[in-house]
């Protein structure tokens, strides 16, 4: 069977890619939408791409209940509405102006369970099947982990936007306590002492990743609600050009590898500095990221299609 017109592109540029013969791949995201704007960027990918089954977004850190609405009215304006929102355990932090173009929605995607209930169900339904993409805190895939020990083994693998290996958000040594880990050192421990299989997508594949005015402006100019939608979100952000963190985690977690990779030993200490020890490797570190095929892959994968 031929490959996807997107398939042989991203063949072109030198990744691995689903094919149309590859079974759509089971994904839950659990994000801390609204705050940057890269969440946002971030479920526009996971929940547009045909080789994606996304059985549910669950939302973590302070307003999660904020976060789920503003998570819910995207998928609703996109078209997938469908798709469940679950808000997960409520903290301190609030959620910022992005809220404002969300505030008061309801919708029937919007649950009343919570994450946890949510993902542990989720992963005893379909046992070694389900990806787990977390792009915020940790807090939820903690607790999922520290509640029911027992759906470890039936974790196809986590993926996260996390930690920093080698380098800080200025791209240079040292590494730094990368924010979603610093914001719940304790749950980034309990997962990355977990056993599941653990994909970090760091600072060393995501701090360079600036999607650029003009680069903006060409997924703008779809003028399709999912776009609208993205570029109302990016100017109430307002902070200029985004840095696409959370996207590279989702490529990965899709299939679409612009990273190279290497198996390492990593710890988290007390402050959500991510650290290279000696010991048995955990986690699969990415590494090396394509910039400029991946920042442009991102515009392709967006546009509406032809008919």
């Not at 398939?7 to 759509?24: D, N, R, V, W």
Request: glycine share 8%; aromatic share 8%; hydrophobic share 45%.
């Amino acid at each position: 069977m031929l490959l996807s017109l997107l398939g042989i592109m991203a063949l072109m540029l030198g990744q691995t890619t689903p094919t149309m013969e590859t079974p759509p791949q089971k994904i839950v995201l659990d994000t801390d939408v609204g705050d940057d704007i890269d969440d946002i960027y971030a479920l526009a990918l996971v929940a547009t791409q045909k080789q994606v089954r996304l059985l549910g977004v669950t939302t973590a850190f302070g307003e999660t209940t904020k976060r789920a609405q503003l998570a819910a009215k995207f998928l609703k304006v996109i078209g997938r509405g469908d798709v469940p929102v679950f808000a997960g355990r409520v903290g301190e932090a609030k959620i910022r102006r992005q809220y404002e173009w969300a505030r008061d929605f309801q919708s029937k995607s919007l649950k009343k369970q919570s994450a946890v209930s949510f993902l542990k169900e989720t992963v005893e339904r379909n046992p070694g099947e389900v990806t787990l993409i977390a792009v915020g805190p940790l807090t939820n895939i903690g607790d999922l982990l520290t509640q029911y020990p027992e759906v470890k083994s039936k974790i196809k693998r986590i993926v996260i936007m996390g930690g920093a290996a080698y380098v800080g958000y200025n791209n240079a040594p040292p590494p730094v306590a990368e924010w979603n880990i610093r914001c719940d050192p304790p749950a980034a421990k309990i997962v990355y002492q977990s056993g599941v299989p653990l994909v970090m997508a760091g600072l060393e594949a995501t701090t360079m990743l600036q999607f650029d005015a003009e680069r903006q402006k060409r997924l703008f100019a779809f003028g399709i609600p999912l776009t609208d939608a993205l570029a109302a979100l990016t100017n109430l952000w307002g902070n200029g050009v985004p840095t696409l963190f959370d996207p590279m985690a989702v490529a990965y977690g899709m299939g679409f590898k612009f990273c190279e990779e290497e198996q390492k030993h990593v710890e988290v200490d007390a402050n959500g500095v991510t650290r290279i020890g000696s010991g048995t490797p955990n986690v699969t570190v990415l590494i090396k990221p394509q910039k400029e095929a991946f920042l442009d892959w991102h515009i392709t994968v967006l546009q509406p299609q032809r008919r």
